[in-house]
């Protein structure tokens, strides 16, 4: 969960085709999901190794993530797979229970309705995997909950569509040209397949808000990066862009 995506100042190390990075005290309870996941033959999410002395460890997947996944999404090919690799960890998340003593973040107001199923909660371009153009991992669990499928989707259609203004889409994604929103929401949308109806850029705008309130709460617990982003204006700057998509809702309506 990020104001927009940067680099975590987390010390995070890869060594030998292992991630070590700082554990949280959800993060066994993550692992527990992880390891039903690939239980049931999905490769597309971390393998994990255990969590010991207030670090964690998983089993690097191989290929673009972070600033480097930005482009890979672009496409419509890129865009078709990172909803159907969405779609893909949604179904196969359906029958997992927490154990008895789970912990999982603090959890994001959910939006939506329908089908609940385990969210990601950070659903953006730079926590997946990529190889030649195709979203093949999505990474970095720590904000998992429950919540209808359209939680994970309207968070994932701010950065995919993107949901941002024609500056940002040019300056911040990348893209070549202001791209049509509308069309790659239905894209998204067609690919991931069989949703509710729901009014695309009101639930964006609303999820969007429900980050905006779970940055504002972590903030206050003095949690890092979240206190420095709120002290340098993050939920101002989130705001703005909540209105950007009321304004523009013509804009995101497949």
Known sequence: MDEDPVDDPRPVTI??????????????TVHDFLRHLRARGLTCVPEPLGVADGMERLVHIEGDSGGDGWRHQHS????????????????ASLDWSPPPDGVLQEPV???GEGEAVW???????????????????L?????????????????ALQWFAPARDDELALTWHH???VPDRAARV???????????????????ARRMEATMA????IARAGVEPQRTWVAEGSQERAAAGVRWVRDHAELLRP
Do not use: K, Q
């Open 175 to 177: 893209f070549p040209e």
């Open 109 to 111: 107001a959910v939006v």
């Open 214 to 217: 779970l940055e504002l709460r």
């Open 15 to 28: 060594e030998d085709g292992v991630v070590t990075r700082p554990a949280g005290p959800w993060s066994p």
């Open 139 to 155: 990474i970095d669990w720590d904000f998992l909950h429950r919540a209808p499928r359209v939680d994970d989707v309207a968070y």
């Open 119 to 137: 969210c990601h909660g950070d659903v953006g371009p730079w926590n997946m995997v990529w190889h030649d153009g195709e979203a093949v991992a």
């Open 76 to 91: 419509e090919a890129g865009l078709r797979s990172a909803a159907a690799l969405l779609r893909r960890i949604h179904d």
């Open 186 to 204: 239905h894209s998204f949308l067609d690919a991931y397949g069989d949703l509710p109806p729901f009014d695309v850029p009101e639930v964006v």
